[in-house]
Structure formats: C-alpha cells, structure tokens
C-alpha cells in the first residue's frame, strides 16, 4: 500500500507561485507513474499534470502548459508541482495519486493511490 501526503497549497495573489510536495511512502516510488489533479467547487476533477517513473514522459492539461512544472525526485520519493503565474481560476484541491505502472497517463480513474489533498486560492 502507498500513502501520498501533499503540502505546500496556500493562500496567494494573481501572478505569484506555489511549490506543492507529494511525499510518498514505500520502497517502489520509483516504479510508479504520478498525476495531480485538481477539483474547485461544484466542478469535476480535473487531470493537471503527470509524469512517467523516470521523469522522461510528462503531460500537462492545456489550461496550465507553460505555468506549472511537475518533477519528481525519486530518491525522496516525492513528486513536486512548481505553480508560477497563478490565476483565481486555478483555485482548487489538489491532490497527487500515483498508479502501479511506469507509463504515466492523464484519465483519473487509472491511479491506484491518492492522498488527501492541499486547497490552493489564488486571489484577485
């Protein structure tokens, strides 16, 4: 089993940035493909960004190409979500999940693991 603990959300004003974490326990982090997604009030889940176990293959939704940058760093088992150029409409939970695969994809229903969530504003 993996546990996935996210930090780093906040409160921020249009234009800033935020740097979420994604600690994940266990000794195979490196063997697994990780996605965040995101959820805002009275909206679906949304797929944001994911990247393959070597950090070679990554995706990103369209809304947030060329603002955020995801990494991962598997000696720490962690995944990071670099946010820069934040706008309000990016305000939502976001939550990492890692999948039992190498090969990252960007359709929620395929990851395995999930951690709680980090709420992130982003101010006007």
């Known amino acids: 089993q993996v546990q996935l603990v996210e930090s780093g959300g906040g409160l921020v004003q249009a234009g800033g940035s935020l740097r979420l974490s994604c600690a994940a326990s266990?000794?195979?982090?490196?063997?697994?493909?990780m996605g965040w997604f995101r959820q805002a009030p009275g909206k679906e889940r949304e797929f944001v960004s994911a990247?393959?176990?070597?950090?070679?293959?990554?995706y990103y939704a369209d809304s947030v190409k060329g603002r955020f940058t995801i990494s991962r760093d598997n000696a720490k088992n962690t995944v990071y979500l670099q946010m820069n150029s934040l706008k309000p409409e990016d305000t939502a939970v976001y939550s990492c999940?890692?999948?039992?695969?190498?090969?990252?994809?960007?359709?929620?229903?395929?990851?395995?693991?999930w951690g709680q969530g980090t709420q992130v504003t982003v101010s006007s």
């Open positions: 266990g000794r195979t982090f490196s063997s697994y493909a």
């Open positions: 999940a890692g999948r039992n695969s190498i090969v990252a994809v960007t359709t929620d229903t395929s990851y395995d693991y």
């Open positions: 990247i393959n176990w070597s950090g070679v293959r990554i």
